[in-house]
DNA sequence: TCAAGTTGTCTAGTATCATAGACAACTTGA
DNA sequence: TCAAGTTGTCTATGATACTAGACAACTTGA
């Protein structure tokens, strides 16, 4: 493997990135011990300097532990987030046995654009209750979420949200019995400096940017929001058929 | 904004992730103008000839478009690749009216790990054909695929596919008339170098990684593939209900 | 016990990143 | 025509990243 130059990305952290892939994949298992420093730095090419700082940055973040004399060894595993019809935080997070928070950043009041519009059917301007949270797994932030209601269908709702910390009570306070997930689009992207400090992630990590709307048992949208995943930490899977 | 220090990341870079992100979510549309370069510098609290160094790289990525005297302006958009029960690269990039293509990297032997064997429900061990190929659109490189096939089932199956450049038609050409996509996961990681060569992607760009199953109509396994794709060029809509 | 292999910690030298300021070249609109 | 605002290019300087080499501290297995 070569190193690119000049990419914008520090060389210790090009190889960080590749060692925490090999993790992710599985080709360090949890448990095992990585290949030893110089043995890293002559697969990627670097000086032995660039490894060790590699190393640091991802045992900083808990994902590898350095043993004096002995080795590196790795410590991980990913969050594992169904997309379904069904599609509830804190069912997901407490289903793989640890405990889901939400945490309310800031709710406020905007403005419909065309997008939100269309997807929540009101017309451009609308007034819209906008609620910004962070969702975390056992004090682990997950994900951060823009989340957007229609104004007359639910006055006050940033102060309810603010008392139940659930969207599925919030909801449940204005009479929605159920509802479900009616689209979602995923693509990825790189945290900026906001989602950065409120995941607690490294600026520049990659993060899995979500847009989903629900709906209720008649199809009529409820809600629309727009999450940052850190990418690090989940792994989505879509059910078909 | 606020930029943050030794993450490994260059200022310049995560100015240009920054603008990025904004022409990707719509606050600089396409053929707009962005902010001046001092504006920008502004904003970013960094020096003028930073945000330069961004704008280059955006630039040289096709993304932005600078004008002497006048302005710099956007010109981007992504593919959107529907996640369904018949999920075809063909037929999705067809429709976006854009021309599909797949070209083959490498196809050889392989033996099945846990994972594999569990998905294609063979025993480990057993023998597998690997199919590595790019798939583009319009000549731009949208993912790298990695495909496992029972060698038993389907005997001789990397020469077939070097032939008809298609999943399908292989399938077709053992008889399977028709199959669908059994599951889906999804996650995302930093493009390696040779993720990034293939890919034609600058190292540390993000990556979609999309681990899938097909199966056909018996719910039997027929393949399982890994795919990396560039996130930048690509938005994943999932459809439920 | 000892040798080989591991991580930890120094010292330097070179290249790249980021800032700062100045001015040229060009576009736009008044 | 001209002033204001834009991108393009140059010089210079300090901070940081990367390489290079040496050696200490520790673990493991023969």
């Known amino acids: ?21 090999g993790i992710a994949d599985g080709r360090f298992a949890a448990g095992e011990k990585l290949p030893g420093e110089m043995e890293i ?15 640091a940055a991802l045992a900083e973040r808990g994902l590898v532990r350095a043993e004096r004399g002995s080795g590196t060894y790795v410590e991980a595993q990913r ?16 289903a793989g046995g640890h405990e889901p928070r939400g945490q309310l950043i800031e709710a406020g009041e905007d403005i419909a654009n065309r997008e939100i519009a269309r997807e929540l059917g009101l017309k451009i301007g609308a007034p819209l209750i906008r609620i910004e949270a962070v969702r975390l797994a056992d004090r682990t932030p997950i994900c951060v979420s823009t989340t957007w209601l229609s104004a007359e269908r639910f006055p006050d709702a940033g102060h309810v949200f603010a008392n139940v910390h659930s969207m599925t009570k919030l ?17 990825a992207a790189i945290a900026d400096a906001t989602d950065a ?12 940017v979500v847009d989903a709307t629900d709906v209720d048992m008649l199809d009529q949208p409820l ?15 879509v059910e078909n058929g």
Chains 1, 2 share one sequence.
Do not use: C
């Open 223 to 237: 809600v629309t929001k727009r999450s940052r995943f850190a990418a690090e930490r989940v792994e989505f899977l």
């Open 1 to 21: 493997m070569s190193m690119q130059e000049s990419s914008g990305v520090a060389l210790w952290r090009q190889v960080a990135d590749g060692i925490e892939r």
């Open 41 to 55: 730095a002559e697969t990627y090419r670097v000086n032995r300097h660039t490894v060790r700082r590699a190393l």
């Open 171 to 187: 909801l449940g306070h204005y009479g929605v019995k159920d509802y479900h997930r009616a689209s979602t689009r995923i693509t």
């Open 197 to 208: 400090a409120r995941l607690d992630l490294p600026l520049g990590r990659p993060v899995l």
């Open 79 to 94: 969050l594992a987030y169904p997309l379904r019809s069904r599609t509830r935080f804190s069912e997901i997070v407490g």
